[in-house]
C-alpha cells in the first residue's frame, strides 16, 4: 500500500513538473498523414478541412494504406492537449514528389494554413523563441513550419528565403537519398558530403535566420555542416549508434561533436533506430529511454531533447497523448527535475533561439 501511495504521489509531481515546463517535439509528419486521410482536421480526426481534398499531395501521394488508416493520426491538437505538448515542428518530407517537391511543400503548408486560422484559439505559427513562449502563456499550441529534404529549395536562394518569409524556420538538407545539398545517409557509403550548393544553402539559412537540421544526412555531410554553420543545429530526428547500428544514427563522436556545437540531437520513438530488430518487433519503452540515458552521458544533459517522427513511424508510444512517458521514465532512472524540463522542451527552445531569435 505504501509503494502504491509513493507511485502515485511521483505520477502527480511528474504531471505536474510535465504542466509547468514548456515541451517540445522536434519532429513530427502530422500535415502529410492528415490530408492523405482525406484532409482530416488538426482539430477532430472525425471531421474535414475544408479546403479542396484534391491538392498536390493527395494527387501525388494518394489516400494511406488501409491498414496504416487504421492506425489513426498520431497528433493533432486533442492529442497535444492530452500529453502536454507545448510546441511541435510540423516537418513536410518532399522526397516522394518527385520533380514537384517545391509544389508539393507549398500545398502542405497551405492546407496547414487553413487548418491554423480554423483553430486560431488553440494553435499559432511561431517564427522564433518569444511566439513559443507567448503561445504557452496564453494557453496556445505552437506550430514550427519545417521541410524535411532541401529539394523543396529547387537549388534557388531566391526560394530559400521566400520559404523563410512563409514562415518555414528549419530544413532538414536530405532525406535518405543525395540532394543538390548533400549526400544522404542510405548513400555515405560514396563518401560525399556537403556540395557546394549546400555550402551556400548553410550559410544563407545561418543568415536568415533557420534551424539546420542534420538528420538523414551522410556522416561527411554532418561533418561538414557543424563546420561551416555558426549557428547551433539539431538532429531533429536520430538516435545512438551505439545502441543501434543504422546509418539514421548519430556516433559517440558526433554526438560530442554536436555539443560542441551547441545544438541538440531529438530522440526518436521510430522503433527501427532504437534496436536493429526494431523494424520487425517493437522494443519495449526501456530500450527508448537507454537511448535517453546514453546521449545524455554522451552529449550532456544540455543537448538531448525529444523528435517523436509521429505520423512518420514513431511508433513506440501509440499517439502524442502517451508524451508524459519520457518524464516518468527519466524520473525513475534518477534524473532531476531541472534534467528532465531540458529534455522536454528547454534545450530545444535555446537552440531555437539561436538560430531563429
Same mark, same amino acid.
Given at each position: 500500500?505504501?509503494?502504491?501511495?509513493?507511485?502515485?504521489?511521483?505520477?502527480?509531481?511528474?504531471?505536474? %513538473?510535465?504542466?509547468?515546463?514548456?515541451?517540445?517535439?522536434?519532429?513530427?509528419?502530422?500535415?502529410?498523414?492528415?490530408?492523405?486521410?482525406?484532409?482530416?482536421?488538426?482539430?477532430?480526426?472525425?471531421?474535414?478541412?475544408?479546403?479542396?481534398?484534391?491538392?498536390?499531395?493527395? &494527387?501525388?501521394?494518394?489516400?494511406?494504406?488501409? *491498414? *496504416?488508416? +487504421?492506425? /489513426?493520426?498520431? %497528433?493533432?491538437?486533442?492529442?497535444?492537449?492530452?500529453?502536454?505538448?507545448?510546441?511541435?515542428?510540423? +516537418?513536410?518530407?518532399?522526397?516522394?514528389? !518527385?520533380?514537384?517537391?517545391?509544389? &508539393?511543400? %507549398?500545398?502542405?503548408?497551405?492546407?496547414?494554413?487553413?487548418?491554423?486560422?480554423?483553430?486560431?484559439?488553440?494553435?499559432?505559427?511561431?517564427?522564433?523563441?518569444?511566439?513559443?513562449?507567448?503561445?504557452?502563456?496564453?494557453?496556445?499550441?505552437?506550430?514550427?513550419?519545417?521541410?524535411?529534404?532541401?529539394?523543396?529549395?529547387?537549388?534557388?536562394?531566391?526560394? %530559400?528565403?521566400?520559404?523563410?518569409?512563409?514562415?518555414?524556420?528549419?530544413?532538414?538538407?536530405?532525406?535518405? =537519398?543525395?540532394?543538390?545539398?548533400?549526400?544522404?545517409?542510405?548513400?555515405?557509403?560514396?563518401?560525399?558530403? =556537403?556540395?557546394?550548393?549546400?555550402?551556400?544553402?548553410?550559410?544563407?539559412?545561418?543568415?536568415?535566420?533557420?534551424?539546420?537540421?542534420?538528420?538523414?544526412?551522410?556522416?561527411?555531410? @554532418? !561533418?561538414?555542416?557543424?563546420?561551416?554553420?555558426?549557428?547551433?543545429?539539431?538532429?531533429?530526428?536520430?538516435?545512438?549508434?551505439?545502441?543501434?547500428?543504422?546509418?539514421?544514427?548519430?556516433?559517440?563522436?558526433?554526438?560530442?561533436?554536436?555539443?560542441?556545437?551547441?545544438?541538440?540531437?531529438?530522440?526518436?520513438?521510430?522503433?527501427?533506430?532504437?534496436?536493429?530488430?526494431?523494424?520487425?518487433?517493437?522494443?519495449?519503452?526501456?530500450?527508448? =529511454?537507454?537511448? @535517453?540515458?546514453?546521449?545524455?552521458?554522451?552529449? /550532456?544533459?544540455?543537448?538531448? /531533447?525529444?523528435?517523436?517522427?509521429?505520423?512518420?513511424?514513431?511508433?513506440?508510444?501509440?499517439?502524442?497523448?502517451?508524451?508524459?512517458?519520457?518524464?516518468?521514465?527519466?524520473? *525513475?532512472?534518477?534524473?532531476?527535475?531541472?534534467?528532465?524540463?531540458?529534455?522536454?522542451? *528547454?534545450?530545444?527552445?535555446?537552440?531555437?533561439?539561436? +538560430?531563429?531569435?
Amino acid at each position: 500500500m505504501e509503494k502504491k501511495n509513493e507511485k502515485m504521489t511521483l505520477n502527480t509531481q511528474i504531471s505536474e %513538473l510535465h504542466e509547468q515546463t514548456l515541451v517540445i517535439d522536434s519532429h513530427n509528419d502530422a500535415i502529410v498523414a492528415h490530408i492523405r486521410r482525406g484532409n482530416v482536421s488538426l482539430a477532430d480526426e472525425n471531421a474535414q478541412n475544408t479546403t479542396d481534398p484534391v491538392g498536390t499531395i493527395a &494527387y501525388l501521394r494518394g489516400p494511406v494504406p488501409r *491498414e *496504416e488508416e +487504421a492506425i /489513426g493520426i498520431q %497528433l493533432n491538437i486533442p492529442q497535444m492537449r492530452q500529453g502536454g505538448i507545448d510546441a511541435a515542428f510540423f +516537418a513536410v518530407d518532399v522526397t516522394r514528389a !518527385w520533380k514537384n517537391h517545391l509544389a &508539393y511543400a %507549398l500545398d502542405a503548408f497551405g492546407w496547414f494554413e487553413a487548418e491554423v486560422t480554423a483553430n486560431a484559439n488553440d494553435i499559432c505559427i511561431a517564427r522564433k523563441a518569444s511566439d513559443i513562449r507567448e503561445a504557452k502563456a496564453s494557453g496556445k499550441l505552437a506550430a514550427v513550419l519545417v521541410i524535411e529534404n532541401s529539394e523543396a529549395v529547387e537549388r534557388s536562394l531566391n526560394i %530559400l528565403r521566400s520559404l523563410y518569409m512563409l514562415g518555414v524556420r528549419s530544413i532538414g538538407l536530405t532525406h535518405n =537519398l543525395n540532394t543538390w545539398a548533400s549526400t544522404g545517409n542510405d548513400e555515405e557509403d560514396m563518401g560525399g558530403g =556537403l556540395t557546394r550548393f549546400g555550402m551556400t544553402l548553410v550559410k544563407e539559412m545561418n543568415r536568415l535566420g533557420m534551424l539546420v537540421d542534420v538528420s538523414h544526412i551522410s556522416e561527411r555531410g @554532418f !561533418w561538414d555542416v557543424l563546420e561551416i554553420s555558426e549557428h547551433p543545429v539539431i538532429a531533429s530526428h536520430s538516435n545512438c549508434k551505439t545502441l543501434c547500428r543504422h546509418s539514421r544514427n548519430l556516433s559517440n563522436e558526433q554526438l560530442k561533436a554536436l555539443a560542441a556545437n551547441g545544438g541538440v540531437v531529438g530522440i526518436t520513438f521510430v522503433p527501427g533506430f532504437i534496436t536493429t530488430d526494431g523494424w520487425t518487433k517493437m522494443p519495449p519503452l526501456a530500450q527508448l =529511454l537507454n537511448h @535517453f540515458a546514453y546521449a545524455i552521458d554522451i552529449a /550532456g544533459i544540455d543537448h538531448v /531533447g525529444i523528435g517523436s517522427d509521429f505520423d512518420g513511424g514513431g511508433d513506440l508510444l501509440k499517439d502524442a497523448s502517451e508524451f508524459i512517458k519520457i518524464a516518468e521514465g527519466l524520473s *525513475e532512472r534518477g534524473y532531476s527535475d531541472e534534467d528532465i524540463r531540458k529534455v522536454l522542451g *528547454e534545450n530545444h527552445l535555446r537552440v531555437f533561439e539561436a +538560430a531563429c531569435g
